[in-house]
């Protein structure tokens, strides 16, 4: 998957969450995905254990911040942070 193709399936899964429709939000995910966050030490294994703490959190609207310079392909960065 190429950096277009990366960048369109964030925007697609962005834009499902700002209207609120968890299905399209969630085919972003493979069924076997494991979801880091890194500032926490988290980690979500597959795409159910997701969209259940998803729904668990009392705001789901997030500001994405874009890091440019830290190295790598887009496709290296979004692996890493999703």
Known sequence: MGDQEIKAALDRHWAASDA????AE??????NVVLEYPQSG??????LAIRTTR?????????IR????SGGSLDDRVRHQL
């Open 20 to 23: 609120g429709d968890d299905d």
């Open 42 to 47: 988290e980690r979500i294994r597959g795409r």
């Open 66 to 69: 874009r890091v440019i310079g």
């Open 26 to 31: 969630d085919e972003i995910y493979h069924d």
């Open 55 to 63: 729904g668990l959190l009392p705001n789901k609207h997030f500001t």
